[in-house]
């Protein structure tokens, strides 16, 4: 059964950092292109970072660049996002998906395959 799975969610303070991975079962994650998408209480679901097969080009929403870094490693079959410098409007639920479709410039991204997603709070 194909499945992804988030973790490395939990509660931190405004300023710290966080490293959330997307580990897979039953296909072989390489082969796909991955985002991180967010949804906060109460607001859509909204894209936060893509990395792309092959050469691993990556994208971020602007809310999260320069503090967010999403990597692979292939060996592992695992997709990680660093979070830092954190700020309590990046609180939500993360998920990783693979993408069937992606207008990168504009982070319209669709997911087919997600995970169930990890909470993630950041609050003094």
């Known amino acids: 059964q194909e499945q992804l799975v988030e973790s490395g969610g939990g509660l931190v303070q405004p300023g710290g950092s966080l490293r959330l991975s997307c580990a897979a079962s039953?296909?072989?994650?390489?082969?796909?292109?991955i985002g991180w998408f967010r949804q906060a209480p109460g607001k859509e679901r909204e894209a936060v970072s893509a990395?792309?097969?092959?050469?691993?080009?990556?994208y971020y929403a602007d809310s999260v660049k320069g503090r967010f870094t999403i990597s692979r490693d292939n060996v592992k079959d695992t997709v990680y996002l660093q979070m830092n410098t954190l700020k309590p409007e990046d609180t939500g639920v993360y998920y990783c998906?693979?993408?069937?479709?992606?207008?990168?410039?504009?982070?319209?991204?669709?997911?087919?395959?997600w995970g169930k997603g990890t909470q993630v709070t950041v609050s003094s």
């Open positions: 998906a693979t993408l069937f479709y992606g207008e990168y410039s504009n982070m319209d991204l669709r997911g087919d395959h």
């Open positions: 990395i792309i097969r092959d050469i691993g080009t990556t």
């Open positions: 039953g296909f072989t994650l390489p082969y796909y292109a």
